[in-house]
């Protein structure tokens, strides 16, 4: 029997954290009672270094942040949400199918592609003892992720005709395909298409899921509390429980690393990372490609100046991008080439490095009419590097005679109000790492929200082909073509990919092998 979590001692230790957060992370490190690795008892189904909760930080929702996580866009809402819910599936690329399969056992997809049917693992088990069914899968896809705000949620709506899916049983689901498409596999197996009860509406603490651990606290801006699932399909956690804390400030989460009040620190900035690299009690943990952030700038065609090519073209040629990496990550981090996705087999690297050319972009804006047009940026923390990068940029536009200003927002609350976002002339964004044509179809393809007014039928048709194209040197030809026109008439700026500069107390272990490495999960890690 797994060891509880008391509720009431969680919520006072989330309170004293908020408070010594209040007044910096020395005073957090000395207020903490917790012991880093500390174990408990180890469990049925566990490995000799079985035992303990581990404590990890992230970067919250704030105050307003729910457990609906098809709703939830922070980094802390998905890493809660994976804890605690049934994966379809993760990216693999040593996997079969390129993907390693959760409470589904495989895909088979029709000779003609027009339909894929979807098997369900037999024996999963929901922690109220009901057994997971096909109808739980058609909810959660159907009723759930189709409806959400999130374009990420969207993807399965996008490809699927959800409409005419139905269940074969108890354990197949047929979904039919808008189009014929050989990729979606990926799409459906990317970690973050969870699964819930049938009937689902609202998302409670006490509901039963079938994720690896149970959830026995939460308090919004606060944190959420763990207790491991014995039942869980597959394989047994090896902790006895989790606690994800919401900290918003970098430093704080460092500080609260080393001070020993949590095991795990996600995200951190490159200043606070180098603090780090000489304390022997930590050690740095950056993911590796092609599970790089792609930091950007979104520039939104719908609203002046962007509706112009010229203006998006001077706006790419200023940015310095060897001097963001320089500056902001200490050479840490990959130069981008406006085009997401880098490191993944379908990216398409043969087209030529975008220059730094202020002269031109300075020519270009003056064709334009637009030579000293003023622009804001708006962007927040969401991310570490995103606020240092708007600024370099800002410096970067104003050398090419635009006045630019910085519009900073509070942690949490650019993608708050996801409609407000994408009607903004111009944002800082960040790309989780997914493989490039099912990003496009995820957040550009169809005149998505996402796509700040990029509406480009023929470049739609041309990933459509691609990913219809069984071939693989075929779909690349196609989707380097589609990613030319994306690169020459684009509006996105992408000149920076950097790792998640995550942290962890030693004797911390397995993180990596949950496959969702941008934002971690934790079904397998141990403590020492």
Same mark, same amino acid.
């Given at each position: 029997?797994?060891?509880?979590?008391?509720?009431?001692?969680?919520?006072?230790?989330?309170?004293?954290?908020?408070?010594?957060?209040?007044?910096?992370?020395?005073?957090?490190?000395?207020?903490?009672?917790?012991?880093?690795?500390?174990?408990?008892?180890?469990?049925?189904?566990?490995?000799?270094?079985?035992?303990?909760?581990?404590?990890?930080?992230?970067?919250?929702?704030?105050?307003?942040?729910?457990?609906?996580?098809?709703?939830?866009?922070?980094?802390?809402?998905?890493?809660?949400?994976?804890?605690?819910?049934?994966?379809?599936?993760?990216?693999?690329?040593?996997?079969?199918?390129?993907?390693?399969?959760?409470?589904?056992?495989?895909?088979?997809?029709?000779?003609?592609?027009?339909?894929?049917?979807?098997?369900?693992?037999?024996?999963?088990?929901?922690?109220?003892?009901?057994?997971?069914?096909?109808?739980?899968?058609?909810?959660?896809?159907?009723?759930?992720?189709?409806?959400?705000?999130?374009?990420?949620?969207?993807?399965?709506?996008?490809?699927?005709?959800?409409?005419?899916?139905?269940?074969?049983?108890?354990?197949?689901?047929?979904?039919?395909?808008?189009?014929?498409?050989?990729?979606?596999?990926?799409?459906?197996?990317?970690?973050?298409?969870?699964?819930? +009860?049938?009937?689902?509406?609202?998302?409670?603490?006490?509901?039963?899921?079938?994720?690896?651990?149970?959830?026995?606290?939460?308090?919004?801006?606060?944190?959420?509390?763990?207790?491991?699932?014995?039942?869980?399909?597959?394989?047994?956690?090896?902790?006895?429980?989790?606690?994800?804390?919401?900290?918003?400030?970098?430093?704080?989460?460092?500080?609260?690393?080393?001070?020993?009040?949590?095991?795990?620190?996600?995200?951190?900035?490159?200043?606070?990372?180098?603090?780090?690299?000489?304390?022997?009690?930590?050690?740095?943990?950056?993911?590796?490609?092609?599970?790089?952030?792609?930091?950007?700038?979104?520039?939104?065609?719908?609203?002046?100046?962007?509706?112009?090519?010229?203006?998006?073209?001077?706006?790419?040629?200023?940015?310095?991008?060897?001097?963001?990496?320089?500056?902001?990550?200490?050479?840490?981090?990959?130069?981008?080439?406006?085009?997401?996705?880098?490191?993944?087999?379908?990216?398409?690297?043969?087209?030529?490095?975008?220059?730094?050319?202020?002269?031109?972009?300075?020519?270009?804006?003056?064709?334009?009419?637009?030579?000293?047009? +003023?622009?804001?940026?708006?962007?927040?923390?969401?991310?570490?590097?995103?606020?240092?990068?708007?600024?370099?940029?800002?410096?970067?536009? +104003?050398?090419?005679?635009?006045?630019?200003?910085?519009?900073?927002?509070?942690?949490?609350?650019?993608?708050?109000?996801?409609?407000?976002?994408?009607?903004?002339?111009?944002?800082?964004?960040?790309?989780?790492?997914?493989?490039?044509?099912?990003?496009?179809?995820?957040?550009?393809?169809?005149?998505?929200?996402?796509?700040?007014?990029?509406? +480009?039928?023929?470049?739609?048709?041309?990933?459509?082909?691609?990913?219809?194209?069984?071939?693989?040197?075929?779909?690349?030809?196609?989707?380097?073509?589609?990613?030319?026109?994306?690169?020459?008439?684009?509006?996105?700026?992408?000149?920076?990919?950097?790792?998640?500069?995550?942290?962890?107390?030693?004797?911390?272990?397995?993180?990596?092998?949950?496959?969702?490495?941008?934002?971690?999960?934790?079904?397998?890690?141990?403590?020492?």
């Amino acid at each position: 029997m797994s060891r509880q979590i008391d509720r009431r001692s969680f919520l006072r230790r989330g309170a004293a954290g908020a408070a010594a957060l209040a007044v910096g992370p020395g005073l957090l490190a000395a207020c903490s009672t917790d012991e880093p690795g500390s174990a408990g008892n180890p469990g049925p189904g566990s490995s000799p270094r079985s035992g303990g909760t581990l404590r990890a930080a992230f970067v919250g929702g704030g105050a307003a942040e729910t457990l609906d996580f098809f709703n939830g866009p922070s980094a802390l809402d998905l890493v809660r949400a994976r804890a605690w819910h049934g994966t379809l599936g993760n990216l693999d690329p040593s996997g079969p199918d390129g993907v390693r399969y959760g409470v589904l056992k495989g895909i088979d997809i029709a000779d003609d592609l027009s339909a894929y049917t979807l098997h369900v693992r037999p024996g999963v088990r929901f922690t109220d003892g009901s057994r997971l069914t096909s109808a739980d899968i058609l909810h959660s896809l159907s009723a759930l992720a189709a409806r959400s705000k999130l374009p990420v949620y969207r993807l399965a709506a996008a490809n699927f005709d959800l409409a005419r899916a139905k269940a074969d049983g108890d354990l197949k689901v047929v979904l039919p395909t808008l189009r014929p498409i050989a990729d979606g596999r990926l799409i459906l197996c990317q970690g973050n298409f969870l699964v819930v +009860k049938d009937g689902t509406k609202a998302f409670r603490e006490s509901m039963p899921s079938c994720g690896p651990f149970r959830l026995t606290g939460f308090t919004a801006g606060q944190g959420s509390a763990f207790e491991r699932y014995d039942d869980h399909y597959g394989h047994v956690p090896h902790l006895d429980g989790l606690e994800l804390r919401s900290i918003a400030d970098s430093t704080a989460r460092a500080g609260a690393l080393t001070g020993g009040a949590v095991d795990f620190a996600h995200d951190l900035s490159p200043v606070t990372a180098r603090t780090l690299a000489d304390d022997a009690k930590v050690e740095l943990a950056p993911t590796k490609s092609p599970y790089l952030v792609g930091l950007s700038f979104q520039l939104n065609m719908s609203a002046e100046p962007f509706d112009d090519p010229r203006v998006r073209e001077a706006f790419k040629l200023a940015v310095d991008r060897e001097a963001m990496v320089k500056t902001v990550f200490y050479g840490n981090a990959e130069i981008g080439n406006d085009l997401p996705s880098l490191g993944f087999p379908d990216y398409a690297d043969g087209i030529p490095q975008r220059a730094h050319d202020p002269g031109r972009a300075r020519a270009l804006l003056e064709e334009a009419g637009a030579d000293g047009v +003023k622009v804001q940026l708006t962007t927040g923390p969401e991310t570490p590097g995103m606020v240092e990068m708007a600024t370099l940029f800002v410096e970067d536009l +104003k050398k090419i005679g635009v006045r630019a200003s910085v519009r900073e927002l509070p942690p949490g609350q650019l993608y708050a109000d996801f409609p407000a976002y994408s009607a903004l002339p111009l944002a800082g964004s960040y790309q989780m790492p997914v493989p490039a044509l099912s990003t496009y179809q995820m957040n550009t393809a169809g005149g998505s929200p996402s796509a700040f007014g990029w509406k +480009k039928s023929e470049t739609d048709a041309l990933v459509a082909q691609a990913r219809a194209e069984r071939d693989p040197e075929r779909a690349r030809e196609l989707g380097t073509r589609a990613q030319r026109t994306r690169w020459d008439e684009g509006n996105q700026v992408v000149p920076v990919f950097k790792p998640n500069l995550n942290a962890q107390a030693k004797g911390v272990d397995g993180i990596p092998d949950d496959l969702f490495e941008q934002f971690p999960g934790f079904s397998r890690a141990s403590l020492a």
